[in-house]
């Protein structure tokens, strides 16, 4: 009788067991497809990363021809006032980019007196998708400045600049 007892108490345990795990089972599944999914994604995201970073090495008349315009929209920046801004650089630089110099960036603005300011480095400081985000570095006799600004490159257009703190002078010594 102890022995029917203890194998109908083996086997209902089995019994619960067996019903716990087949019921677990459309969950599990579940999770299964969604870490498939994830991995399938992450393959894709690698694929784009790979590709972003090799962009330069791809297109390095792109990123030479987007550093001359950079350049000359900054020479254009530095050489005209403030109220010519609009119509020099319409063609270079987003209203955004226009509106931001001439109201709040533009060192005749911010400093009260057209100070004659030189490109002293332009550098690229991250890439993006079709976007260069280049490092500039302006200096008078008073002062140095620094910008940050995106350049895209499908459009052909500065979509972005802001004014980075500099402490200190910036001396070009290598």
Do not use: W
Not at 83 to 92: A, C, E, M, R, T
Not at 117 to 129: A, G, K, M, P
Not at 142 to 161: A, G, M, N, R
């Amino acid at each position: 009788m102890n022995l029917k007892r203890i194998l109908l108490f083996i086997s209902a345990i089995t019994v619960v067991i067996i019903g716990i795990q087949l019921c677990q089972l459309p969950k599990l599944d579940s999770q299964y497809k969604q870490v498939k999914q994830d991995l399938v994604q992450a393959k894709q995201t690698q694929g784009k990363l790979k590709e972003i970073v090799a962009i330069p090495v791809a297109h390095t008349t792109d990123v030479t021809k987007a550093t001359q315009k950079v350049t000359n929209f900054m020479n254009t920046v530095n050489d005209h006032s403030v109220n010519d801004y609009s119509d020099v650089l319409k063609d270079k630089a987003t209203l955004k980019v226009i509106n931001t110099l001439s109201r709040e960036l533009a060192p005749s603005v911010t400093f009260g007196s057209n100070q004659k300011f030189n490109l002293v480095t332009i550098s690229i400081n991250r890439i993006f998708d079709s976007h260069l985000q280049y490092a500039i570095v302006e200096k008078s006799d008073t002062q140095s400045v620094v910008y940050t600004l995106t350049f895209d490159i499908d459009e052909q257009l500065v979509t972005d600049i802001q004014r980075l703190p500099l402490k200190g002078t910036y001396d070009n010594e290598k």
